[in-house]
């Protein structure tokens, strides 16, 4: 059974910096694309990054600059580094994968972590 683990979250104040790190565990074959999506209270989940199989990387406007996702497929990891927190990035993060479970499908599943609770404090 496939699952994604993060860790990194807590508590930091305006400027400060997090590092939020999820791990693909179980077996399959590929992880194509890998993301960090968000959800604050009262507010639909929305994505923050996401980098594909190629390395491709594409980040949300609010974060563009400030945030760095990567990927290490050695250790089935993607990790976000933020940098220069607001209180308006508090919210849960949640790691998500599409992975392929075996080679000969044409098909993947979508995977989600269990979030982690990103507060930045003013």
């Known amino acids: 059974q496939v699952q994604l683990v993060e860790s990194g979250g807590g508590l930091v104040q305006t400027g400060g910096s997090l590092r939020l790190s999820c791990v693909a565990s179980?077996?399959?074959?590929?992880?194509?694309?890998m993301a960090w999506y968000r959800q604050a209270p009262g507010k639909q989940r929305e994505l923050v990054a996401v980098i594909t199989s190629g390395g491709r990387i594409n980040y949300a406007d609010p974060v563009k600059g400030r945030f760095t996702i990567s990927r290490d497929d050695d250790k089935n990891t993607v990790s976000l580094q933020m940098n220069s927190l607001k209180p308006e990035d508090t919210a849960v993060y949640y790691c998500y994968a599409e992975i392929k479970p075996d080679s000969w499908l044409n098909y993947e599943y979508d995977y989600w972590g269990q979030g982690t609770q990103v507060t930045v404090s003013s």
């Open positions: 179980g077996n399959f074959f590929k992880i194509n694309n």
